[in-house]
Nanobody, 122 residues
Framework: VQLQASGGGLVQAGGSLRLSCAVS????????IAWFRQAPGKEREFVAT????????DYADSVKGRFTISRDNAKNTVYLLMNSLKLEDTAVYYC????????????????WGQGTQVTVSS
């Protein structure tokens, strides 16, 4: 199983980025996919998740209304569109997959990507 996160970069506050997570090696349509992030010196935190079948989504309060998670089952890819970026959004963003749970908790995800750096500057 491989999860390949991409799309990170340097952006000014107020700007936008779209992250992608390309998934291979598992039944994509049967997997919930989530994004987590970890800033330097901080614990990993939940960002957003999308369910496997109904496309139900859930967001952390800190990103609700600014970030949108979506999936393209034909491309085995999940996206995270990040608008109105803030300095505090700076972190390494990881995507994760679970064939068992739709969850906010990292412990419920079995497969993880390598992360992509997002840096928001003032």
């Amino acid at each position: 199983v491989q999860l390949q996160a991409s799309g990170g970069g340097l952006v000014q506050a107020g700007g936008s980025l779209r992250l992608s997570c390309a998934v291979s090696g598992l039944t994509f349509g049967n997997s919930a996919i989530a994004w987590f992030r970890q800033a330097p010196g901080k614990e990993r935190e939940f960002v957003a998740t999308i369910s496997r079948t109904t496309d139900t989504t859930d967001y952390a309060d800190s990103v609700k209304g600014r970030f949108t998670i979506s999936r393209d089952n034909a491309k085995n890819t999940v996206y995270l569109l990040m608008n109105s970026l803030k300095l505090e959004d700076t972190a390494v963003y990881y995507c994760a997959a679970s064939e068992r749970y739709y969850s906010r908790y990292g412990r419920n995800y079995d497969y993880w990507g390598q992360g992509t750096q997002v840096t928001v500057s003032s």
